[in-house]
């Protein structure tokens, strides 16, 4: 107890919390807390902006989303990291996308190759992810093959969650494929459409705004991500359905009680910032 309060404070310096701190500088600060008082085994932070592509990673900010806000630099996060007996890596892959295959089968007539295809071509494309995690979990990075479901796993994300952002997903090219068929121009061809003009439409067409219910769907995942912070404000994932419906014992309740705990454990102030504004969600 006392150890943790004197890491909270050393940690509130280092990264000038009480001057011009932020909701990242604050997340980040209990994530390596959490860290190095055994509540995690890994935390991640998506590269968004862009930022952490090059040689220099190193001297690159996790911005701060507040004006005259505190960055933070990846060079001291990783000393800070290092000094707790953690790694800091970057990981960059093309790591697969996932589909829920059972689903998409059940209401479009496709077999696993096409799937498999259209999780392939449409890849994470690279982009960077700062990993802070055990040294003996640094291994577990380079075997991942899909963009979701290992990191989730990592993260220590209940599956049920997991699942649910896969199905969201999912449900996104269900639609796309519905659409297809809908609105491919048989009659002008005169042919009837190929596995090969289903792929290639879906690739275009993922993430449009003009395929049938796409706007809808936006909003019950914006929706759901919003009950998430509102009634878990103190997780790093995004809660499903089941999991917001049972905030007293779900998997996702479980795990915002033990970081609330662990926050109220380190300081008051923290405890009410995260309680009201919510952590910072990133992956
Ligand atoms: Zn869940």
Redesign the pocket.
């Given at each position: 107890m006392a150890y943790l309060t004197s890491d909270f404070e050393t940690l509130a310096k280092t990264f000038d919390l009480e001057t011009s701190g932020t909701k990242a500088s604050a997340t980040m600060i209990f994530q390596l807390l959490l860290l190095k008082h055994g509540r995690r085994n890994a935390f991640a932070w998506y590269d968004h902006e862009n930022c952490f592509g090059g040689d220099d990673w190193l001297n690159c900010e996790i911005q701060s989303t507040i004006h005259n806000g505190n960055s933070i630099r990846l060079e001291e996060l990783k000393e800070v990291a290092e000094s707790f007996g953690f790694s800091l890596i970057r990981e960059r892959k093309r790591l697969k996308m996932e589909f829920n295959h059972e689903m998409i089968k059940k209401e479009v007539s496709v077999d696993d190759t096409i799937i498999q295809n259209l999780e392939d071509e449409m890849d994470s494309g690279g982009t960077a992810t700062i990993w802070i995690l055990k040294k003996e979990l640094v291994p577990n990075i380079a075997a991942f093959t899909g963009a979701n479901i290992p990191r989730g796993v990592l993260l220590e994300y209940?599956y049920?969650?997991i699942s649910?952002f896969v199905n969201q997903k999912t449900q996104l090219l269900v639609d796309c494929m519905k659409e297809f068929y809908l609105s491919f121009p048989t009659n002008t061809l005169n042919r009837d459409p190929t596995d090969q003009d289903l792929k290639a439409y879906c690739f275009e067409n993922y993430h449009n705004e003009n395929v049938l219910d796409y706007e809808m769907r936006k909003k019950a995942f914006e929706k759901l991500a919003e009950d998430s912070r509102k009634i878990f404000p103190f997780i790093s994932h995004h809660?499903?359905k089941?999991?917001i419906d049972d905030p007293q014992s779900?998997?996702?309740a479980k795990l915002n009680k033990t970081y609330a705990d662990f926050a109220g454990q380190i300081n008051d102030n923290l405890f009410n910032f995260f309680n009201e504004n919510g952590i910072m969600t990133n992956l």
């Amino acid at each position: 107890m006392a150890y943790l309060t004197s890491d909270f404070e050393t940690l509130a310096k280092t990264f000038d919390l009480e001057t011009s701190g932020t909701k990242a500088s604050a997340t980040m600060i209990f994530q390596l807390l959490l860290l190095k008082h055994g509540r995690r085994n890994a935390f991640a932070w998506y590269d968004h902006e862009n930022c952490f592509g090059g040689d220099d990673w190193l001297n690159c900010e996790i911005q701060s989303t507040i004006h005259n806000g505190n960055s933070i630099r990846l060079e001291e996060l990783k000393e800070v990291a290092e000094s707790f007996g953690f790694s800091l890596i970057r990981e960059r892959k093309r790591l697969k996308m996932e589909f829920n295959h059972e689903m998409i089968k059940k209401e479009v007539s496709v077999d696993d190759t096409i799937i498999q295809n259209l999780e392939d071509e449409m890849d994470s494309g690279g982009t960077a992810t700062i990993w802070i995690l055990k040294k003996e979990l640094v291994p577990n990075i380079a075997a991942f093959t899909g963009a979701n479901i290992p990191r989730g796993v990592l993260l220590e994300y209940p599956y049920c969650c997991i699942s649910n952002f896969v199905n969201q997903k999912t449900q996104l090219l269900v639609d796309c494929m519905k659409e297809f068929y809908l609105s491919f121009p048989t009659n002008t061809l005169n042919r009837d459409p190929t596995d090969q003009d289903l792929k290639a439409y879906c690739f275009e067409n993922y993430h449009n705004e003009n395929v049938l219910d796409y706007e809808m769907r936006k909003k019950a995942f914006e929706k759901l991500a919003e009950d998430s912070r509102k009634i878990f404000p103190f997780i790093s994932h995004h809660a499903c359905k089941n999991c917001i419906d049972d905030p007293q014992s779900s998997p996702s309740a479980k795990l915002n009680k033990t970081y609330a705990d662990f926050a109220g454990q380190i300081n008051d102030n923290l405890f009410n910032f995260f309680n009201e504004n919510g952590i910072m969600t990133n992956l």
